[in-house]
């Protein structure tokens, strides 16, 4: 299934992708796609509702504006020179180890939403990156039960100031 969110900027509606490329508004389903969505087993929720609701729902003929994929998101942890190619490609070594930081959640916005940047800015630098959605909270998890843990993927643009970076 896929997810969206659609509609004016902090006024974004829940919807979905069919596989027929349809796009259905589903705020009547009463949830939005935060983290108590995911936290508390949303997606099969979703699925069961859609399996009365969905012939009730709106087609969406023209979405105006997709938002952010995630209302309220708590965090966004990065890991940064994890493709060694782009290390090389910027001059970086490649860490033994990943490096974790953090990236404001103020700064997520719908794809083709501006993008504010800085007026000293010297080397702005973007990469699409693959964002994998946690849907529950979990520590020390092995490799294979890793996937219990993800609720899914997302397209990610990630800008950043090269002449910021330590």
Known sequence: MKLFRHGVSGK???????????????????EDFDE????????????????????DCPKIESVNRFGQAIKRP?????????????????????????????KSTTALCGPNDPVVIPKTS????????????????????????????VAGFVLHNDYSERAFQI
Request: aromatic share 10%; charged share 30%; glycine share 6%.
């Open 36 to 55: 108590a969505f995911f936290e508390s087993d949303g997606l099969n929720r979703l699925s069961k509702w859609c399996e009365d609701h969905l012939k």
């Open 12 to 30: 974004e509606k829940p919807g979905i992708c069919l596989a027929n490329g349809d796009h259905i508004d589903i705020s009547a389903f009463g």
């Open 122 to 149: 010297q080397k702005t630098d973007w990469e699409v990156e693959l964002a994998v959605v946690i849907s529950k909270k979990a520590s020390y998890v092995e490799e294979r039960d890793s996937m219990e843990h």
């Open 74 to 102: 708590s965090k966004i942890i990065c890991i940064g020179l994890n493709y060694s190619d782009h290390a090389i490609e910027t001059k970086a070594t490649v860490p033994p180890e990943p490096v974790l930081f953090f």
